[in-house]
């Protein structure tokens, strides 16, 4: 195998093996419109965009996140993002988020300034058609084989996976790793039932833990639904022991971290004075009485990091996200009580040979 590729090398500096143009829905609202504009461009691409609006911020920030991502990736040679104007991910936001990751050629459009649907269409078009225009006169370059990145997808999986496509793939990608290029999976169901092999693979025991974290949720969370039942409403009661193992695994991690923070700063970290508090006029010279520590550490420095421990701990709802879902020793509690952990010892004894003392 050669030890270079040659891909079209972007103003940021990374180096792609395709050369399209993105036509980027900042919403549901706007998918219909990208979808139109991409029918009309040769080697442009979309996607159906189905978040955007009436998104929680964390919600939102991934979306953007994702959004600015698609339009950073070196296969796209530049991006026309159309909006409708009043959603979520609002055009500004998609654009700086954008700008942050990249400085290709960048084209934008909201729906409601161009007075609707067809003429926004219309505008796009002409943009999308002069920017593949220019990508046409972009030459492949030769690239160290460190830059590739191969992204894998499933493609939807038969009988013959298993024997041909995915061994063939993931040898391709042995060989391309080994010299040094980088191979993504990115379906977690893709590896499910082979993690151990995975895992064994790990750069790190860290890493390899992590595989198996991410199964064991996973797995969790579908077992807990497909084994649950209906309600007479008609709605799925889950099932309560697979879904309090889910849980537990989710949110011992960051009562971990609480614990740890809490241990460090005391339980003041969720129950200091505000901002507004540490500097009023009255209640100020309080707070700087009582929150006082060692002598030679200023209150204010000490207050700061106890803000930087909460932040990092779980943001202002602190103790709410460490027993929103119920607290971990609750959950332990529900293990116990849905295990029928009696019987499992009788079949363990049975199973062992081991006879049952009976009480006298």
Known sequence: MASEFWGYRRPDGRIGVRNKILILPASVCATDTARIVA????????????????????????????????????NIYGTVVISL???GCQMDLVVEEIRKRTNKPLEQFVIQENGGTITTAERAVRAAKRMAQAASMEQRVKAPISELIVGTECGGSDQTSGLASNPLIGNACD??????????????????GAEHILARRGRTPEVSRRIYEIVHRYACSLACSADGHKLPCGSCYVNPLLANTSKQNVTRYIYEIARLSHDIAGGILATMPSEKDFNDPTLGPLVQKYLKGVDGVPVEDRYRMLRLLENMTGGTALVESMHGAGSPQA????????????????????????????ES
């Open 39 to 74: 029918g009309q461009v040769e080697g442009a691409v979309t996607f159906h965009n189905q978040n955007g609006c009436s998104q929680v911020p964390s919600d939102m920030k991934l979306t953007l996140d994702t959004l600015a991502g698609m339009a950073a990736n070196p």
């Open 85 to 87: 104007g009043c959603e």
């Open 175 to 192: 060989r391309l790793v080994d010299m040094g290029a980088t191979a993504v999976l990115s379906e977690t169901t893709e590896f499910i």
């Open 331 to 358: 959950q332990r509690v529900m293990l116990t009580r849905q295990a029928n952990l009696e019987m499992k010892k009788k079949l363990a004894r049975r199973l062992a040979g081991v006879e049952e003392k009976k």
